[in-house]
T-cell receptor
Framework: GNSVTQMEGPVTLSEEAFLTINCTYTATGYPSLFWYVQYPGEGLQLLLKATKADDKGSNKGFEATYRKETTSFHLEKGSVQVSDSAVYFCALRIKAAGNKLTFGGGTRVLVKP | SQTIHQWPATLVQPVGSPLSLECTVEGTSNPNLYWYRQAAGRGLQLLFYSVGIGQISSEVPQNLSASRPQDRQFILSSKKLLLSDSGFYLC???FGGGRYNEQFFGPGTRLTVL
């Protein structure tokens, strides 16, 4: 079956620190990969995505590269801000009926000033 | 543009009471619709999805049910709530037909069962 594994949080950082959130997956096919972000009290927003191997998704200073050889999609940001405090979810989608997403467990990130 | 609405935003219900959460999408036709639950401190679990009116697929056995009476309306229900039904419920949609990858999420409903 399909599954996504993320590093457990919480991850606590100081402002301007480097952030990495690891994400690995198993999939029966060729998935599209996503990072979603959930700010406190809100629903999920798409942060970035990659649809094929070696694609790099980027948005708001965040980046993630689709690594087929290591089945990974690690999220990185070079200099975090307090406003980046949120829960980050890695997800995959196999093109099939229903467009279902399989999510990782989420990683809570807390950035302190 | 498309928008997704969920209500209520928060709900406190006693054990054994019924539940009805509503989700509506505007600005698109024939979307795929999804209900997720996020329990406290845990990830997202897909509960139901629907590719059309009256078509519901259940992902996990549970105390809840879903219905899609109209093209852009998705309802999550229960006849008798359990304590374990507490959580944050998210509705999502995507364009039908597999043309796009992204799912768009609503603001969520926080349900507390006492």
């Amino acid at each position: 079956g399909n599954s996504v594994t993320q590093m457990e949080g919480p991850v606590t950082l100081s402002e301007e620190a480097f952030l990495t959130i690891n994400c690995t997956y198993t999939a029966t096919g060729y998935p599209s990969l996503f990072w979603y972000v959930q700010y406190p009290g809100e629903g999920l927003q798409l942060l970035l995505k990659a649809t094929k191997a070696d694609d790099k998704g980027s948005n708001k200073g965040f980046e993630a590269t689709y690594r087929k050889e290591t089945t990974s999609f690690h999220l990185e940001k070079g200099s975090v801000q307090v406003s980046d405090s949120a829960v980050y979810f890695c997800a995959l989608r196999i093109k099939a009926a229903g467009n279902k997403l399989t999510f990782g467990g989420g990683t809570r990130v807390l950035v302190k000033p | 543009s498309q928008t997704i609405h969920q209500w209520p935003a928060t709900l406190v219900q006693p054990v054994g009471s019924p539940l009805s959460l509503e989700c509506t999408v505007e600005g698109t036709s024939n979307p795929n619709l999804y209900w997720y639950r996020q329990a406290a401190g845990r990830g997202l679990q897909l509960l139901f999805y629907s590719v059309g009116i009256g078509q519901i697929s259940s992902e996990v056995p549970q105390n809840l049910s879903a219905s899609r009476p109209q093209d852009r309306q998705f309802i999550l229900s229960s006849k008798k709530l359990l304590l374990s039904d507490s959580g944050f419920y998210l509705c999502a949609w995507t364009f039908g037909g597999g043309r796009y990858n992204e799912q768009f999420f609503g603001p969520g409903t926080r349900l507390t069962v006492l």
